[in-house]
């Protein structure tokens, strides 16, 4: 096996026993990235020279005996994520040159962890996309087949990951930016409970919805680095001061005790992929195996999600986004005969198509007279929505769905449909109204060999039980294992 296949908990081990060293696992990755970058096109800044810095002074610190589970360990961090000193863009044309001069909290967690950083990983721009084809620099490409999409926002973090261009990465989940790639590449991805994780130093989409969260090659991996992130902040308003257990403790057998729900409006969905609904049928069966029992539960505004988070979403967007003005950070029009020309020309050449629509319909929702009839309603449905999931919870203690209505789409082929390419979200986008936790395992892959996952929900700060359903399928079956012929 190369160095770059292995897991984190695998490397951890070896790097402990001192049968690897980190600069050499780090020199592997680097050469895979080198390899197969060209295809995947997966990352917007490789920071090579600093990571093999940080693997000297990790190999120091496995020497001296003072070493934790991601010392040594190379990592992604998608660019929305602030790292002092290294470029974050968002993937965006108006953050080109933005060079943060401090680190998001989840960065310096990491960083103290002993972790490695490979460098910043592609997205739709600010985040705003289902495919990371809204990238303002280039799209990223399914390692799986080059022809499809990898899913996003954080399509870069998980074609990453699958491609074996890192042991695991960081993306972020406004609406399923998490779960939906790692579904679409095959790979682990935990989008954590609404304020469970710092957002301090990410760059905001959403700011009432957006969640940093983990993307990795199995579950014991993403309970490693949910271990290293997780907590609270006094920088972050919204992080919740609540203990942080172990993660990885229940990394067990054992699911008797476990009753899982079935929402019918996710499992009747009209538009489901016959491939998908094949795939999750197939895991529920293998959990049947495992001694879970199944329960009816019914989420009835579910139907109503996609129309709330997409007022919602973009008013939020509008609010933050309204920054990005040439004056105080990023790229500037130098060219205008006027302050308001200026305002005008760098936020029209800076932002993409999609960055665009999502800023007028925000700021449309937001406007004298239809605050109240779109963003008042569409933040009635969400507390409705909330409802739902508690009265859920009531009868089980995960809720198991599709994570997509598809498998991966092919490159361009809803780049003209933005209705269709929001829909990809209609499974994922509950979870963010309601702020509870969601996990993507593989499961299964369509008639074209494209990857398909299971979508698991728990009730908020309840990612342990995630953790647990999710360990005792992933060794039930063997998806994870497989990788893409690169």
Known sequence: MNLYELTIHEAHRLLQEKRISAVELTRSVLGRIEAVEGRVDA?????????LEQAMAADKLIGAGDSRPLTGIPLAVKDVICTRGLRTTCASKILANFVPPYDATVSEKLQKAGAIFLGKVNMDEFAMGSSTENSGF????????????????????????????????LGSDTGGSIRQPASHCGVVGLKPTYGRVSRYGLVAYASSLDQIGPITKDVTDCALLMNAIAGHDSKDSTSVPREVPDYSRNLKNGLDDIIVGLPREYHDSGGLDPDVARAVDNAKAVLKDLGVRFTDVSL???????AAYYVIAPAEASSNLARYDGVRFGVRDKSSDSLQEMFRRTRSGGFGAEVKRRIILGTYALSA?????????????????????????????????????????????????????????IFTIPANLAGIPGMSIPCGFSSKGLPIGLQLMARHFDEDTLF????NFEQASDFHDKKPML
Request: glycine share 8%; charged share 20%; aromatic share 12%.
């Open 43 to 51: 990352y917007l800044t490789i920071a090579a020279e600093k990571a």
């Open 138 to 169: 280039k799209p990223t490409r399914n390692p799986w087949n080059p022809d499809y999409v990898p899913g996003g926002s954080s399509g870069g973090s998980a074609a990453a990951v699958a491609a074996d261009m890192c042991l695991g990465a």
């Open 300 to 306: 009835p505004h579910t139907p109503y999600a996609v």
């Open 369 to 425: 007279g239809y605050y109240d009839a779109y963003y008042g309603k569409a933040s009635q449905v969400r507390t409705l929505i909330m409802e739902d999931f508690k009265k859920a919870f009531e009868a089980c203690h995960v809720l198991l769905s599709p994570v997509a209505p598809t498998p991966a789409f092919k490159i361009g082929e809803n780049t003209d449909d933005p209705l269709t390419m929001y829909l990809s979200d």
């Open 468 to 471: 647990k359903v999710g360990y």
